[in-house]
């Protein structure tokens, strides 16, 4: 078998336009069976491209390697190896590639220097336009804290961002409700489940329940500041069980 061996598979350009490396060597190289590959000299075509597609012949015969400088301006070097004499029986082909380095980027943008001042306002949407303290002011009850931070960077531009918080003031003194009335009502129901609606069912004392129906007991509540709380409870008055069996002797 016969095939090609490359010093490098690519070469790499930089921004000024050297190569690196500057020279490729192409080796051609024979084997048989399991025997050590050994030098072959056959005829060495070598190319250049800019585009991949159209080629220019740089170099063109017999050799078993030959190293080769590619133009700067070129973005492909190939080489194919044929039997020696002449092109008809191409035997291997390799390709090595010129990579360009990017353009070099913008300076990174840094932070030249920060201030966090304070202003208290009088309300919390519109920022204050009195003039800004760089320590924390004293905030009377009910006004605003607002705190600006400024930020300048090395490109001369600048970020202002403002925050704010609300120092509240007291509450009015709460108000503790106390019982003025207490009223409690009875009412005789078939439901255990739903207390009766009709008012004209509640009554003062307990009535006398009949087997197998229910007592509601009512309870409202009415408090000093004339909220009223209503509570339920029931109880059922069960009716006799089936007479038992007669016992034994």
């Known amino acids: ?41 056959g005829r060495l075509f070598i190319e250049e491209s800019t585009d991949g597609s159209t ?28 039997l020696a004499g002449g092109k008809t029986t191409l035997l291997d082909q390799m390709t090595v590639a010129i990579i360009s380095d ?3 980027g913008a300076d990174g943008i840094t932070v030249t220097s920060k201030s966090v001042t304070y202003q208290v306002g009088n309300d919390g949407t519109s920022v204050p336009s009195g003039e800004w303290q760089s320590s924390v002011p004293a905030v009377a009850d009910g006004k605003y804290l607002w ?31 106390t019982v003025t009335s207490t009223q409690i009502r009875y ?20 009535p006398a329940v009949i087997a197998g129906r229910y007592m509601w007991t009512r309870t409202i509540v009415t408090y000093s500041d004339n909220a009223t709380s209503t509570s339920y409870s029931v109880a059922y008055n069960g009716t006799n069980g089936q007479p038992g069996t007669n016992g034994y002797n």
């Open 187 to 206: 009412a005789q129901s078939t439901s255990g489940t739903s207390h009766p609606d009709t008012e004209s069912d509640w009554i003062e004392t307990p």
């Open 102 to 104: 990017g353009a070099k």
């Open 55 to 82: 080629w220019t012949k740089k170099y063109d015969n017999d050799a078993s390697s030959k190293e080769h400088g590619p133009a700067a301006t070129s973005k492909f070097v190939r080489c194919s190896l044929y």
């Open 147 to 177: 705190t600006k931070t400024e930020v300048n960077y090395s490109d001369n531009t600048s970020t202002i961002a403002y925050s704010v918080s609300y120092k509240a003031a007291n509450g009015q003194n709460g108000k503790s409700p």
């Open 1 to 41: 078998m016969y095939y090609l061996q490359t010093s490098t598979y690519s070469i790499v350009k930089n921004a000024a336009g050297t190569l690196s490396p500057t020279k490729v060597t192409f080796s051609a190289k024979s084997k048989t069976g399991t025997s050590n590959p050994v030098n072959y000299t």
